[in-house]
């Protein structure tokens, strides 16, 4: 029999895939000995198993969840629904990664009209009763009957409203008793039914819930966001309530051991005194710094202390945790390991390896390969930062800088970013539903909520630029206007918001290239010497190529030709080699881009001195180049002494119906040989000459792309070799050089054994490799792949990241087939997934010998090369 229900008593830390972190680590710290409210943990297996019956808790699992919750009620002496004393409990999601706020938890379950009373009775305070019952009716309704927040708060802010207070905490008994009796009847309106007073029912309701709460669109978003599976799961823990909001001698909160934005070694945590659950993180008072707990109540601040160190100390790892006071007495409610920004994450993982809690290859696995994108962001230029002056301050809760035009709403943001803007969203407060909003802006303002709200979590995840908290600030999201020091900014207007000191400025500050820290190029030398994969980079131009050594590239991996004849001064002899009707036309017209084409590579060699450099000729189509308006067909056809006429059936012969899958890549060479040989003698020209001038070791690797048929590849060869050989020959320098192909076409990699007979490496061109596998467009597949995700037919973006089960195996069986038939050839990536760290993961296991990707992501691809080699290590 499966064991699908584990009492907190029965688990660890190990468990997480089964138990989700937080049930894993409830159950670790219950180990510890800790003051753990107890509980059960309903497994991700269960979660699986729902699904699989199509939304329904079998029978099996029902019986494990009784016996669980008939353990609960006899270890605690309390029952759920009992009249005597009566157990309640929250029902709380919990996933193998952490994803705080995206999916759902109930608390105060258990409650209903009868247990209300006798819990005021029993506790002498009604205040508190009727605050916990009005609470969980508006939570149970939300997340199990999926009633809109907004009718609920609405209530409250009326009752506020007539009463003439602001905080929740304000509220009397009968207010709360009012309010319970709004909800309730909200309830039936909405839903014809009475509000359920059958505690066992609202328990089963809510475990369904939180497992339903695993596909809600959200949580999608942010598993799309982060690379984690679908079919993961989340657990659901049930546990025992403690209540922060018992009064003046309760509270709840949530700490970090560590300062989750700086990395810094220090306590860093906020609470709220008579408060329950999200109060904290939903920003609705402004909380106070963990230290006035010192003052308030110095015997929980020491056990808090002693605690969290404990645990920072027994996961060798920077701790966030949630705690609640009931009545001076400390619980523990969850611990995980912190979410924290790129520099944070830097700081952290070199201090915890000086402190000798870690060693450098398990502190090269703390960080997010992705996130170190972070810290290659540009920040405000100091200049601009001294002659401006701040408009107001917030807190600095996640460090950066940003500078967009304002906007209200996160389906605002969301639509501003896709038009093309730089985009501030000012919200008073964020909640999980802004989640696409927050991801598509430059930085995000809020009015309420501290250091450890919603919106500073989450953007401190997604490396964005936060300003929380900024009380001075008035925005009014119907009106879409902010004020601020007397002020008032439209949607629209510049707004730039430094989000390590909290400044708020007005306008759109200029910004400069980030620097490299100390902490940062210590780390990566760590990670240059796990890895095994060596990182080369894409770049057309020489100013790409230094920026990329700069982030420590090995070579280049693809440098694109044809970007060089989209500049002004090219196009036109462009141009007029692909509307020339015959060879004598089109050579000419070469000619004259030989000697650019020249420089550009003189360029890019001297750039890289003896890094190896791969070219790839002309690719794309070449109807791309043609003019793209009237104007410019006419400048064209007067340039030629051509009508206007012969220009247009010129171009009507080089439309085609599918330019992806026409005539480009090697194909052009095979109609057009002369293209690739001015090319080929560009090259070979150009590293003589960098060889001469600079005495640079240079041995050009020149690659073919959009083979598909080894016959094809040979033929092009043949031009190539022909004119480099001659070039070499005639300039009395001596030269190796190399000729390789792209495998992007599924025919290519499944003969890839004969390509080999030709090919000196192989450079995987997994973006049209991808395209022509899956059979849809990159440009197009925008359009519906939303649509895949969002029906959990597809979990990520094939072009972001690699499909291993398709394309990944055609990569696999290529690189097979290849050394089969040459042993000592060179494979590597160069499609965008050169960059992404699961697909460089991939590559390593593969065993390519490089991956290859845009310079700004090179650390990354460090990085991920260091954890993918750690990890196959064991
Ligand atoms: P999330 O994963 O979104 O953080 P949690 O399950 O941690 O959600 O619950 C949200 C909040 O509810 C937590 O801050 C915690 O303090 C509070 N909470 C959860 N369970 C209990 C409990 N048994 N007693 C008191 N508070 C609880
Ligand atoms: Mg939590
Ligand atoms: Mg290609």
New binding site residues.
């Given amino acids: 029999m499966t064991k699908y229900v584990y009492h907190f008593r029965e688990g660890n830390a190990q468990m997480r895939n089964l138990l989700g972190g937080?049930g894993a680590n409830l159950a670790e710290m219950t180990r510890l000995g800790m003051p753990i409210?107890q509980g059960f943990t309903v497994t991700t297996e269960a979660c699986n198993d729902y699904y699989a019956n199509g939304g329904a808790i079998s029978p099996e699992i029902k019986e494990q969840i009784d016996q669980a919750l008939a353990a609960l009620e006899s270890e605690t002496g309390k029952k759920l629904g009992g009249i005597d004393n009566p157990l309640l409990v929250?029902v709380?999601?919990g996933a193998r990664a952490s994803m705080?706020?995206m999916m759902d938890?109930i608390?105060n379950l258990g409650m209903n009209d009868q247990v209300v009373e006798v819990v005021a009775r029993k506790t002498a305070n009604p205040r508190f009763a009727w605050d916990s019952y009005r609470r969980f009716i508006q939570m149970y309704s939300d997340v199990v009957m999926e009633l809109s927040k907004k009718h609920f708060e609405e209530l409250i802010d009326a009752i506020k409203e007539k009463r003439g207070i602001k905080f929740d905490n304000e509220l009397t008994t009968e207010d709360l008793q009012e309010l319970a009796a709004q909800f309730k009847a909200e309830y039936k309106a909405k839903l014809g039914e009475d509000f359920p007073q059958d505690p066992y029912d609202q328990l089963m309701g809510a475990i369904k819930a939180v497992f339903r709460s695993w596909n809600n669109p959200r949580a999608i978003y942010y598993r799309h966001m982060n690379d984690i599976p679908g079919d993961w799961g989340t657990a659901v823990n049930v546990?025992?309530?403690?209540f922060g909001n018992m009064g003046d001698t309760s509270g709840?909160g949530v700490a970090f051991t560590r300062d989750p934005a700086t990395g810094e070694k220090r306590m860093f945590g906020e609470y709220l005194i008579n408060a329950?659950?999200?109060d904290v993180v939903a920003g609705i008072r402004t909380p106070k710094p963990i230290t006035v707990l010192e003052q308030d109540m110095p015997q929980v601040y020491k056990q808090f202390i002693d605690i969290a160190t404990t645990l920072e100390n027994h996961y060798r790892d920077m701790q966030d945790m949630?705690f609640?006071i009931e009545e001076e007495k400390l619980y523990f409610?969850?611990t995980r390991n912190g979410k924290r920004t790129a520099a944070a994450a830097l700081k952290v993982a070199v201090d915890l390896v000086d402190e000798g809690l870690r060693t450098e290859e398990e502190a090269l696995l703390m960080v997010e390969p992705k996130q170190l994108d972070q810290l290659l962001h540009p920040r405000f230029d100091d200049k601009a930062l001294k002659n401006a002056k701040p408009i107001g301050k917030g807190l600095p809760a996640s460090p950066g800088s940003a500078a967009g035009k304002l906007y209200f709403s996160a389906e605002d943001a969301k639509n501003a970013h896709a038009a093309g803007r730089r985009v501030v969203l000012a919200r008073l407060e964020t909640s999980p539903e802004d989640i696409e909003g927050m991801a598509a802006s430059e930085g995000i303002l809020t009015v309420r909520g501290g250091r450890t709200s919603h919106a500073a979590v989450v953007a401190r995840g997604m490396g964005t630029c936060c300003v929380a908290g900024c009380g001075e600030a008035k925005i009014d999201e119907d009106k879409k206007t902010l004020t601020l020091g007397g002020v008032t900014y439209r949607e629209g207007d510049y707004i730039s918001l430094d989000g390590s000191t909290g400044n708020i400025y007005a306008g759109d500050l200029p910004t400069v290239p980030a620097q490299i820290t100390g902490d940062f190029g210590r780390f990566m030398g760590w990670a240059d010497k796990a890895r095994r994969l060596k990182v080369r980079t894409n770049a057309d131009t020489p100013r790409d190529a230094r920026t990329a050594v700069q982030f420590g590239a090995e070579g280049i991996g693809l440098t694109r030709t044809e970007h060089m004849f989209f500049d002004e001064e090219r196009i036109p002899c462009m141009q007029q080699m692909i509307m020339s009707d015959n060879e004598d036309d089109r050579r000419a017209a070469l000619k004259k881009l030989l000697p650019m084409q020249r420089e550009d590579f003189i360029g890019i060699y001297e750039a890289m001195e003896e890094r190896p450099v791969t070219i790839r000729l002309l690719d794309p189509p070449l109807h791309e180049f043609l003019p793209k308006n009237e104007e410019d067909f006419a400048d064209l056809a007067k340039r030629m002494g051509l009508s206007m006429t012969q220009v247009k059936a010129r171009a009507a012969e080089l439309h085609e119906f599918n330019p992806m899958m026409g005539h480009r890549g090697c194909r052009l060479c095979v109609t057009y040989p002369e293209i690739a040989e001015m090319q080929a003698q560009a090259i070979i020209e150009a590293a003589l000459y960098v060889k001469k001038t600079k005495g640079y070791d240079i041995k050009p690797e020149i690659m073919i792309p959009l083979v598909g048929e080894i016959k094809e590849l040979n033929y092009v060869a043949d031009v190539v070799r022909k004119v480099a050989d001659r070039v070499i020959a005639d300039s009395g320098v001596e030269m190796e050089y190399l000729i390789g192909t792209m495998i992007e076409i599924p025919r290519a990699a499944l003969t890839a054994d004969r390509i080999a007979e030709t090919a000196q490496f192989f450079s995987f061109g997994t973006n049209d490799l991808t395209q022509m596998t899956f059979g849809f467009s990159r440009d197009d597949a925008g359009a519906f792949l939303g649509d895949y995700y969002a029906k959990n037919i597809y979990e990520f973006d094939p072009f972001a990241r690699l499909d291993f089960d398709g394309v990944g195996q055609l990569v696999k069986l290529a690189a097979e087939k290849g050394r089969a038939t040459r042993p000592d050839i060179h494979l590597g990536i160069c499609g965008e997934h050169g960059g992404d760290p699961a697909s460089v993961e991939f590559c390593h296991n593969v065993g390519l010998d490089y991956v290859s990707c845009s310079p700004y992501r090179v650390p990354i691809a460090r990085l991920a090369a260091a954890q993918a080699a750690i990890k196959a290590r064991g």
Avoid at 239 to 242: I, K, L
């Fill in positions: 937080k409210p929250s709380r999601s705080p706020g938890t608390l546990q025992m309530m403690v709840t329950q659950g999200e949630e609640t409610l969850q």
